[in-house]
Structures are given as structure tokens and as C-alpha cells.
């Protein structure tokens, strides 16, 4: 046994250094590319009087929004991206993306499920109420020239609408049984907007009848 205790320290040692290089090599290179989180395009805050008239106007069923961007002024912008984000009522978070080219564009119009659809048939998300609306402006290059975020509040046969900041409410005088409520902050100005409700400060409120509903 003694004859052969140099040759086994040997071994050992020589495995002793193996496993220090390598842990120093992982040291050296970081976090894999996996582990490692992607940085958030950034562009330059937009003058209000340059951000569209932006709306999200619910449908009589509650399960669809019509996105409504315009007077887009953006400059240099060629082409947007825009991405509804909600949560359901079971707590997933779900998206609905899109990109659409701007260029000599004034006014554009999408139609947003809530939900998901397979060879014409419908699967609608239960308990969406609250989600975010974000908007990417591009120009020729795909360069990011301008970034709004807002969020969104999906309300229906209460009287109290409020933004999700709880920094707007409008109490409305008669309760509007089956009608739709979509209170968010839309960027922009514009008088004589579609389905407007209130517009007041920053905030508006838009409704799936079109009816100007009175309240305060």
C-alpha cells in the first residue's frame, strides 16, 4: 500500500487542479447568454404634442378591442409596433402583438381578442380586466425613435370608473347595464375622438355604445 500512496496523492492532486481551473474559467466568462437578461430598447421622451391619439374601444361583448392610433407625427417613424398586455382572471399573462407600417399613415385600426383563435373558432379569456397597451415607433433602419406606454382598465355595470393608477375616477349618474368601459391615459389630444366617454387631464374613457354617458 505504501508503494503505490505517492502515485495515488498524485492522482488526487492532479484532480484538485482540473476542478480549480475550470471553476475559475466559469468565473472568467459570467453568466451564460441564457442567464443573461435582454436589454429594453430605450428612445429619446416624445413632446406631447408630437404623441398620437391612441384608444382601445371595447366591443358589446367585452372580448375585443379595437386599438385606434392617430394623428401619428412620430418623426421618422416608418413602421409600429404595439403590444396589448392583460392579465386573466385565473392570473396568466397574455399578449397581443402586431406591427403595422406607418409611413404616410395618419389613422390605423386593429381588432384585439382577448383570447385565442384556431380554424374560426373563439376561446375567450374570463376575468380580464387590467392590462398594459405599449407602442414602439421604428424608423427605416428599425431603429426605436419613440416609446408610450399607458395602462388600461376594462370595467362594465358599476358606476365607478377609474384609472388603474386610482388617480382618475368618473362616477357615472345612471348605471350602464351591458355596456363596456375602457378608462386609460391616450398620449394624445384629439377633440371629436371615436366612443369617447369623458376625456379630462390625461385620462379618457371610452365605451363599446358610443354614448356620451353623464357623470362626474
Not at 392579465?87 to 403595422?100: A, E, F, L, Y
Not at 431603429?143 to 406606454?149: E, F, H, N, S
Request: hydrophobic share 40%; net charge neutral.
Amino acid at each position: 500500500m505504501k508503494k503505490y500512496l505517492p502515485i495515488i496523492l498524485l492522482i488526487v492532486g492532479i484532480l484538485v487542479l482540473v476542478g480549480v481551473v475550470v471553476l475559475v474559467k466559469k468565473a472568467t466568462q459570467g453568466p451564460t447568454t441564457e442567464n443573461t437578461p435582454v436589454e429594453e430598447e430605450t428612445a429619446p421622451e416624445l413632446a406631447k404634442e408630437l404623441r398620437p391619439f391612441t384608444s382601445l374601444i371595447p366591443k358589446s361583448d367585452g372580448h375585443w378591442l379595437k386599438l385606434r392610433v392617430e394623428d401619428m407625427k412620430v418623426p421618422n417613424a416608418v413602421s409600429l409596433d404595439y403590444e396589448l398586455l392583460y392579465k386573466t382572471g385565473d392570473g396568466r399573462t397574455q399578449g397581443v402583438p402586431g406591427t403595422v407600417a406607418i409611413k404616410g399613415v395618419g389613422l390605423i385600426e386593429r381588432d384585439l381578442l382577448l383570447g385565442s383563435e384556431s380554424s374560426g373558432k373563439f376561446r375567450y379569456d374570463q376575468g380580464v380586466e387590467k392590462g398594459t397597451l405599449t407602442l414602439r415607433f421604428r424608423n427605416d433602419k428599425g431603429k426605436l425613435v419613440a416609446k408610450l406606454v399607458t395602462d388600461w382598465h376594462l370595467q362594465s355595470d358599476g358606476p365607478e370608473l377609474t384609472s388603474v393608477d386610482g388617480k382618475f375616477t368618473y362616477t357615472l349618474n345612471k348605471t350602464a347595464t351591458g355596456v363596456w368601459f375602457v378608462t386609460m391615459m391616450p398620449f394624445g389630444t384629439k377633440q371629436g375622438a371615436s366612443n369617447v366617454v369623458v376625456a379630462s387631464g390625461d385620462y379618457a374613457i371610452f365605451s363599446s355604445d358610443g354614448l356620451a354617458h353623464s357623470g362626474k
